[in-house]
């Protein structure tokens, strides 16, 4: 749980209610004129009510160019950020034709593989010369190629599980498998902080939701407890199935899942259990395996697992692994394998591509060498930022770094500033997060040098400074100091 300074709190709701103050009396205003023009609805309601679009109109549109920035390259360690202008107050923004060089610190990008590769690319062209760039097809029609079934062969083997299904859509995958699984009479048990695609999957199941306090065993055990003694609502008849719910790595938070604690919990009392990868497949564990390998649980224990491959594989698209009666049973009835088109076969020929470069299938120790670069960037990153002084979230060897700001005026001033020395950071706040909880989140590549972590801490270091989010004391800074005096020695350790 994150503990908020009470003075940090308190001007965060004052700044708040300043903006939602000041954003009523300018609707109220609004009203007036508008009540002396004529209206062109023609009998129809208002699609946005103005209570709806409040908080777009009145806060989210003064910010708007620090999301959505249109970038011009591939997402590597560096790439290319298109500039934009507003003529009408943020309303509105224009691309220009300028570019800036950034360093990237928002992609997901674990182990570098969203650039070119000299492995994985050759045989992406090849895929796309073979295949086209779309089956055009569903799964169960046209849409299944020969890079499919091997791609579910690989992600089955690679995850160390029986079987295998891929969709194209990492968020599909978890909003359409859910209702699949458990419906009215089942009852799913999630984390507090889960990802939006499980609380949507969760809320379309038709199943009893509860949820626990974030990444707590003990309360996730109490509250088994509880709802087992009590049944069903009303009925008290006992559950049909019983499903928890949690991530490898928290993506808002960079942490790891208590994974062996909530699997002991959950053979105790007879649950199934549900976890999702998103963030961790690939990017942990001693051969990028996720948590399972990381905190040493066997993957029997675990009964869904699920994963994309947008994070640690440069591609697109999610998975669900497990066992075969599990996965036939999907595949003959979830809407995303019957419904949706196929992944695309360069996307799928991408990921066969790198799972090999990460195996060491290739033939070299490229794999190795990325995921230990990987560990070692973000435990380097993640230390020295909190020697600064900031708030830093998350675990060791999470590549998530998440830096509180707080006051919704931190969030443009930090994105803004940060571009300004040609560093892109990703912000986050409502409602990706609570209202009081706005952060940047960090995420750190296999691909980015020491000369690149060294320049994104110094422009860090002075943009906390200038914009004051450096809440805690910072400690002597010698060590960083002495690596800017001697750039070419090698100073990153792994922890």
């Known amino acids: 749980m994150i503990t908020i300074p009470y003075l940090t709190a308190l001007s965060t709701y ?8 000041f954003g009523q009396f300018r609707d109220f205003f609004r009203k007036i004129f508008d009540w002396w023009q004529a209206s062109n609805l023609q009998g129809y309601a208002p699609i946005c009510l103005g209570l709806e679009d409040f908080y777009i109109r009145r806060l989210y549109l003064r910010i708007q160019d620090c999301f959505g920035r249109p970038i011009a390259s591939a997402p590597d360690a560096w790439f290319d950020v298109v500039e934009r202008y507003s003529n009408d107050n943020n309303k509105t923004l224009k691309r220009t034709e300028k570019i800036s060089r950034c360093l990237n610190l928002g992609s997901y990008n674990y182990l570098g593989f969203a650039a070119a590769d000299e492995y994985c690319t050759p045989r992406v062209i090849d ?8 089956t055009c097809s569903t799964r169960v029609d046209g849409g299944t190629t020969t890079l499919h079934k091997e791609l579910e062969e690989c992600v089955a083997n690679f995850v160390g599980k029986p079987a295998a299904v891929v969709f194209g859509m990492g968020y599909v995958t978890n909003s359409a498998i859910l209702p699949v ?3 009215k009479g089942g009852l799913i048990i999630s984390d507090s902080l889960n990802h939006n695609s499980i609380v949507n999957g969760a809320r379309g199941s038709g199943a009893t939701i509860r949820v626990f306090q974030h990444n707590t065993p003990p309360h996730l055990e109490k509250v088994l407890r509880e709802h087992i003694a009590e049944g069903q609502p009303r009925t008290h008849r006992p559950w049909k199935k019983i499903i928890v719910v949690v991530e490898g790595i928290y993506s808002m938070e960079g942490e790891i899942c208590k994974l062996p604690e909530i699997v002991a919990i959950c053979k105790k009392y007879k649950a199934y259990v549900y976890l ?3 963030h961790s497949i690939g990017a942990v564990g001693k051969t990028g395996r996720g948590v399972c390998e990381l905190l040493g649980v066997d993957t029997a224990d675990v009964d869904i697992m699920m994963g994309t491959f947008t994070k640690s594989f440069g591609s697109c698209g999610g998975y669900i692994a497990g066992s075969k009666e599990l996965i036939q049973y999907l595949k003959y009835t979830c809407p995303a394998h019957l419904y949706a088109t196929s992944i695309s076969p360069p996307a799928a020929q991408q990921i066969i591509s ?4 990460i195996l060491g299938e290739d033939g070299s120790s490229r794999g190795a060498q990325k995921l230990s670069k990987i560990r070692e960037n973000s435990n380097f990153f993640r230390s020295e930022l909190q020697k600064m002084g900031f708030e830093v979230l998350g675990d060791n060897d999470s590549p998530v770094m998440p830096i509180m700001l707080y006051n919704p005026a931190k969030i443009p001033a930090f994105s803004r500033e940060c571009l300004k020395q040609n560093v892109a950071v990703v912000t986050v706040a409502f409602p990706a997060t609570p209202l009081l909880l706005a952060r940047a989140r960090i995420c750190i590549s296999a691909s980015h040098t020491k000369e690149d972590l060294l320049k994104a801490l110094e422009v860090i270091s002075q943009v906390g400074d200038m914009v004051g989010i450096k809440y805690f004391p910072a400690e002597p800074m010698k060590q960083l100091q002495h690596q800017h005096q001697q750039p070419g020695k090698d100073t990153i350790k792994s922890e």
Do not use: H, Q
């Open 14 to 21: 004052f700044s708040y209610g300043l903006l939602f103050a």
């Open 127 to 134: 895929s796309l010369n073979r295949f086209s760039a779309s």
């Open 181 to 183: 699984i458990i419906g």
């Open 276 to 278: 999702d990868e998103a």
């Open 354 to 357: 790198s799972i090999k470069v």
